[in-house]
């Protein structure tokens, strides 16, 4: 399979045997410590997928400009819509423009959890579900190291870094530059939405054991997006690979909708 991705990408990326992705091992905060919200939060797992809360709202902050690429909200929405209880539908809002102030060229775990706490409103009504994500400039410093292009915790929080996934398409060909790293905003987004609603293994229970134990919280199916190289620059690989393979960008795998699938309907 990894060889087979690999003569995909050399056909859309000029392949010099480049370096390999890091491991994502304690670089992704997916806990703070604190543990899930009651299961009657507006931002849990089960606020999430169940049909107590009729809507689902991702509360959007910006910084430095950085919003979504055009589209990219409603390919999110898109993806997340079939796993969620959600009849009066998904929404993203944006909330607030960060001040300048408040922006940093790097970000620790520290950082984000203090700007969360800042800017996170908790949109919506009291009947609507919410979730909360920050699209900030610079880069995140992994306590494992490496480069990370999207972060999760608490079954609450998000912080996307656009300008590193920008990075992360630099070696693609201009032909197919612009549509994949698009599809990489998308795709990252969804892959930490994914962490926040409780894949894998962080809230909702699996199915069938399917966690990769050298990257917790992530399945061990390199097809689904919940796979640990959709928050790092191989994520850019994979995507041009699927895309010339004329397959759907990214998907979830069976094994976490088995999982959303039972969670939803207990």
Known sequence: MKRLLFALTCLLVACDGGSTPGSSDGATPLTDGAGPPPAGDRSSPAAYVRGDFRALVIELDVGGGLAPSAGVSDTVIGAMGPLLDKPDGIRVETDTEIPTERLQDEWTFADLQALAAETFDSR???????????????RYVAEGGGTILGVAWSNRHIAMFPETIEASCSGLLPTVRERVCTEAQAAVWTHEIGHVIGLVNLGIPMVEDHEDPDHPGHTNDEEG????????PAAADLLAARLAGGGPSFEFGPASLADVEAFRAP
């Open 124 to 138: 919506g009504s009291s009947d609507e579900a919410v979730l909360h994500t920050m699209w900030l400039p610079g």
């Open 225 to 232: 997006v919940m796979y640990w190289a959709y928050e790092r």
